[in-house]
């Protein structure tokens, strides 16, 4: 069954598109039904993100948010263009695609062997733009995303370079509990770079 839905993905139809992209992420909910599409069906997800249609748009979105908290999707969404899918979806008019999308790449960017190819990609200018949304709940996940990017030493002077402080000294005045740790830790880890500190101040 998996097969067959993976197959109908690539479909003429835009109806079949939408009934088959709604099976996928319904067998997505279960672990155990995720490395068959893991394994065949991350090109058939990347052409559904990018499609016109926003109920595709909508369950590119949920299955790649439902594959990210497995790491062993990681590569195989990074490596058939999941990271470039996801940055396009970021910037639909529907806000429960954006949210499922920046979820992912919340998950995408915590992994330690991809936060450069993130960064290369554009992941840094689009979680900056992100933070700067008026939806709080997209601001919390575009914050998050770039306090795991921040870990990697390297990557701590491109993201001040971003332009990142922008939307962290605008989000202050609203920002509930979750926004100000996740503030707080990018603020931590970029101010261990002694190169950043006065750029911070």
């Given at each position: 069954g998996g097969r067959v839905m993976i197959s109908?993905?690539?479909?003429?139809?835009?109806?079949?598109?939408r009934e088959a992209?709604?099976?996928?992420?319904?067998?997505?909910?279960?672990?155990e039904r995720q490395a068959e599409i893991i394994n065949e069906g991350v090109p058939g997800l990347v052409a559904l993100a990018t499609s016109p249609d926003e109920e595709c748009q909508y369950s590119a979105a949920l299955s790649f948010r439902k594959l990210s908290p497995?790491?062993?999707?990681?590569?195989?969404?990074?490596?058939?263009?999941?990271?470039?899918a996801l940055f396009y979806l970021l910037k639909v008019r529907d806000l429960k695609t954006?949210?499922?999308?920046a979820t992912a790449l919340r998950d995408l960017a915590g992994n330690a062997d991809f936060k450069w190819r993130f960064a290369e990609e554009?992941?840094?200018?689009?979680?900056?733009?992100l933070a700067l949304s008026k939806e709080l709940v997209l601001q919390c996940l575009a914050v998050a995303a770039l306090r795991h990017l921040s870990l990697e030493d390297e990557l701590k002077r491109p993201i001040v370079e971003a332009n990142v402080m922008l939307p962290l000294t605008r989000c202050v005045a609203w920002a509930n509990e979750d926004l100000s740790c996740q503030s707080t830790g990018l603020l931590a880890n970029l101010s261990e770079n002694a190169e950043d500190q006065l750029a911070l101040v």
């Open positions: 109908l993905m690539n479909h003429y139809s835009i109806d079949i598109h992209s709604r099976a996928i992420s319904n067998l997505l909910t279960s672990l497995n790491v062993s999707s990681h590569r195989v969404v990074v490596e058939n263009g999941g990271l470039r954006r949210k499922q999308s554009g992941g840094l200018e689009a979680m900056v733009s």
